[in-house]
């Protein structure tokens, strides 16, 4: 039981809002906090806002609530026609975009402070092309991070797994979590989501 969370979301024109985030500590209180959170941002991309707008409005909700400062959230709108995403992030690790060929991106040109931080101020939001065949990480630093070493490294190790030409989302979580928590080095709580587009 802890604060990471992931959620997806359908929106007019076949589009999909998704969302990660991770709430600062463990146990019944930041679940309690994460479970209103996710609720809150849902209920936001439900209104047809875009990421950075519910990142901005998460923000001020944030500011209120016992337990959600410092929380990191990304939020991005998934448009599979247009094969793009726009995203923002409130201080959370980067998105990983592997292109058709191993080509890695990370998602980082929407940054700003997580929640609760510097409530009241604008969020960022980029887009980024989703080409036929690429994959797309939302992760929790539980995936990734390791006391021992520094997170690039975990994230590096995230990226080319990612990278493994597999044919569903299923069996893409199912390796990245063979390969980067089958060895049992994580103590953190783990949330991903993973898209691939067609």
Known sequence: M???WYDVVELPGRRFGVVVGDVVGRGLDAAATMGQLRSAARAL??????????????D????????????????????????????SSAGHLPALLVEPG?????????????????????????????????????YTDGLVERRDEIIDSGIERAQAALAAELPTAEAVVDHL??????????????????????
Do not use: K, M, W
Not at 75 to 84: F, K, L, Q, W
């Open 2 to 4: 802890g604060g990471d």
């Open 45 to 58: 991309l439900l209104e047809n806002n875009g990421p950075a707008r519910v990142l901005e409005a998460l």
């Open 60 to 87: 001020r909700f944030a500011d209120l609530l016992p337990g959600a400062f410092c929380t990191t959230v990304f939020c991005g709108v998934i448009d599979p026609a247009t094969r793009t995403v726009r995203y």
């Open 102 to 138: 191993g080509v890695v991106h990370r998602l980082q040109d929407a940054q700003s402070p997580p929640l609760a931080v510097s409530t009241g101020s604008e969020r960022p939001e980029s887009t980024a092309i989703l080409a036929t065949g690429a994959r797309l990480l939302l």
């Open 177 to 198: 979590c063979t390969v980067l928590l089958g060895q049992g080095r994580h103590g953190d709580d783990v949330a991903l989501l993973v898209y691939l587009q067609s």
